[in-house]
């Protein structure tokens, strides 16, 4: 029986379909299919029933499952104890936002796969938080304030924010200085989230609204220039426009509580390395200066 037939029926089974699966591993869909027909041809039992929309477990492709990938887990970390030198093999699957993956986390990840010739990277770039586990990735990298949650997390830096808004917006408008204030301006934002301010001592959270709203951070930049409202930003995105004063901070009394880079992953018993060694690539190359933004 082979380890990867297994392996390809526990991401199947994960992602529902075929097509996804393939679309993760990184192969071809009739290559997906010919490994969980040799693996069922073994196995002598159906272990998916395959419909038009996708494949769902059977009984007996539901106990295989689990068993399936806790063998696939140990097998992993059988090979890192004894490959040499540090190396890595296998596929690393990484979420990372769109606002700041290219330009401050590309770079280290493309290290990665110089110093390990064997290691497939594969990156999603999103500023939509992905369900890691129901999506198939190994771990995401998450800027902002990490909420409770079962997923396990390595802080990376801190990111500080500012509170800004367009000359032309305050000639208009005015500048908010208060938290009353604030509520009755208009705000570009990523949907319905709370923003979080100091209130002396106190971290308080207040509720903008604004009618121009996006899931990306640079596009959000894009709105504040163009005087379409207040923006809580990070603070190395818009460095040079607070620079070139195209874009002037407010609030000044109410600053933005630091926030952090993280890396998620799924709670497991069988912890990859990995994710450990991208944890401590990152940390390595945001030290010693503290990352503001990114």
Known sequence: MEVEDMRTFVEVADAGGITSAARRLGISKSMVSR???RLESEL???LLARTTRGASLTEAGATFRDHAAKVCAEIDVAQETILPDGELRGLLRIAAPLSFGPTHFA???VEMARRHPHLKVHINFSDHAVDLAAEGFDCAIRLGYLRNSDLKWTRIAP???TVVASPDYIKRHGAPETLAELVEHQAVMQGTEK????????VVAVSPSGRF????GTALVSAALAGLGV???PTGLIREHLESGALVPVMARHPVPVAGIYIVCPQTPYPARKVRILAEMLIE???PAPVSGG
């Open 195 to 202: 923003w979080q301010l100091m209130d002396g001592d106190e």
């Open 159 to 161: 990111v500080f924010g």
């Open 231 to 233: 923006a809580l930003l």
């Open 107 to 109: 770079p280290v990840l």
């Open 35 to 37: 490994q969980l027909h």
């Open 44 to 46: 002598g039992v159906q």
């Open 213 to 216: 709203k996006a899931d990306n």
């Open 285 to 287: 190359s945001f030290d």
